[in-house]
């Protein structure tokens, strides 16, 4: 199905006003994605499982929706133009556009981690706006995909001065002309993606025995429990045979992130760690594990 923007209209370049005006509000939250993220169909790109295997992805091909924007502040540098003998003029290159974007609130521990994308070439972006549209490109009128980012940079955390908090930023520069000139856009209806959340870090400790463990599992920033969880979150493996999985039978969920957890009798050194991907539909990934010898 084409992408409606790019069907109100018939032939090259008609200007004749239908009734396709859209209202996409303030961009409220970025999706970071490698060079070269793609979704094949706009029935696709309204499906909220294809973003959930996006954000679910290993890291080097993983997208990573950003937080809320608190504020948005935008700059646009005009086309540099090189101008001749009798008033001639011709175009150098397209100006360059740039925003800032304060998040809402976020803890300090996620600070850091976001700053660890500094340095990343070749990012791409989506954008989801206030509106729940999400702003993406197409030069086929099929594909759906991510707009390039030429900079990208996760400034120092500003300072609480009494009159606002401390808060961490994002810069981006990146050309128009993927939205400009081929821009598309999707409205999901059975979701909403403003909703969309990242990959937790979780820390997992406890003592393996021979048939049983009691674990305990918490956000990795702020200590609380993480519930939920199932079997095929959980990664027993003998250490001299990582790839051979042992099946984990979750016998209680006490509903606080501590799991009473089962198998068959193993011997020797093991390992137990959550899944890193993939992770069930939890989103939840493992900064450590443990480390038994039974």
Not at 37 to 57: G, R, S
Not at 220 to 241: E, H, M, P, R
Request: charged share 20%; glycine share 10%.
């Amino acid at each position: 199905m084409a992408y409606l923007e790019l069907s109100c209209s018939t032939g090259a370049g008609n200007t004749g006003k239908q009734n396709c005006v859209e209202d996409f509000g303030q961009d409220q939250l970025i999706i970071l994605c490698p060079q070269g993220t793609e979704i094949a169909t706009k029935t696709l790109a309204e499906t909220e499982a294809t973003w959930v295997t996006l954000f679910n992805a290993a890291k080097a091909t993983r997208c990573y929706p950003l937080f809320g924007h608190f504020n948005g502040e935008f700059d646009s540098e005009g086309r540099v133009i090189q101008e001749g003998w009798a008033g001639k003029k011709r175009t150098v290159r397209n100006g360059t556009r740039s925003a800032t974007f304060t998040f809402d609130d976020i803890a300090f521990y996620l600070h850091k981690e976001l700053r660890k994308h500094n340095g990343r070439t070749n990012l791409e972006y989506f954008a989801i706006t206030a509106n729940g549209y999400i702003r993406g490109w197409s030069d086929d009128n099929i594909v759906f995909k991510s707009m390039p980012i030429s900079d990208f940079f996760v400034n120092d955390r500003s300072d609480n001065t009494g009159n606002e908090i401390d808060a961490s930023s994002i810069s981006i520069e990146y050309d128009g002309k993927y939205w400009n000139d081929t821009g598309v856009w999707v409205k999901p209806t059975v979701f909403d993606p403003l909703l969309f959340d990242g990959v937790k870090d979780v820390s997992i400790t406890g003592t393996l025995t021979a048939t049983t463990s009691t674990v305990t599992v918490q956000g990795a920033s702020d200590g609380i429990g993480v519930v939920g969880l199932i079997a095929a979150n959980f990664n027993l493996y003998d250490d001299l045979a990582p790839t051979v999985a042992k099946t984990v039978t979750v016998n209680t969920d006490n509903g606080d992130g501590t799991y009473v957890l089962t198998w068959a009798s193993i011997s020797g050194a093991h390992t137990l760690t959550l899944f890193g991907q993939p992770i069930g539909t939890n989103f939840y990934e493992a900064i450590d594990e443990i480390n038994t010898t039974v």
